[in-house]
Nanobody, 131 residues
Framework: QVQLVESGGGLVLPGRSLRLTCTVS????????IGWFRQAPGKEREVISC?????????YYRDSVKARFTISRDNAKNSAFLQMDRLTSEDTAVYYC???????????????????????WGQGTQVTVSS
């Protein structure tokens, strides 16, 4: 059974950084794409970033985080990470990591994670950016 657990969320001042960790169990990360999503109060869930499970680990970022967030993975630790810099109040949300098995291009893998029966999801971690 594939399980994902997010950690690293919390309360942070505007302009500061946080690093989220997604720990995966029940599978190795070979050919497993990892994605980070978030949902703010009253808003729909949105994809933030995804990283391919293929060698080279191609990445995708939504425009609003492209210059501030960095996704990475460590297959040896069965983990993925989201480094978030220069946080603003607009980044306040529950952050989820998700996974999907496959070798499609990274944006296709992002979409696959949201399809019932194809994606595995964590429970989420709250990130609050406030002074």
């Amino acid at each position: 059974q594939v399980q994902l657990v997010e950690s690293g969320g919390g309360l942070v001042l505007p302009g500061r950084s946080l690093r989220l960790t997604c720990t995966v169990s029940g599978t190795t990360l070979d050919n497993v794409a990892i994605g980070w999503f978030r949902q703010a109060p009253g808003k729909e869930r949105e994809v933030i970033s995804c990283i391919s499970g293929m060698a080279g680990g191609s990445t995708y970022y939504r425009d609003s985080v492209k210059a501030r967030f960095t996704i990475s993975r460590d297959n040896a630790k069965n983990s993925a990470f989201l480094q978030m810099d220069r946080l603003t109040s607009e980044d306040t949300a529950v952050y989820y990591c998700a996974a999907a098995i496959g070798t499609l291009p990274v944006q296709s893998m992002c979409r696959m994670m949201t399809r019932p029966g194809f994606g595995f999801w964590g429970q989420g971690t709250q990130v609050t950016v406030s002074s």
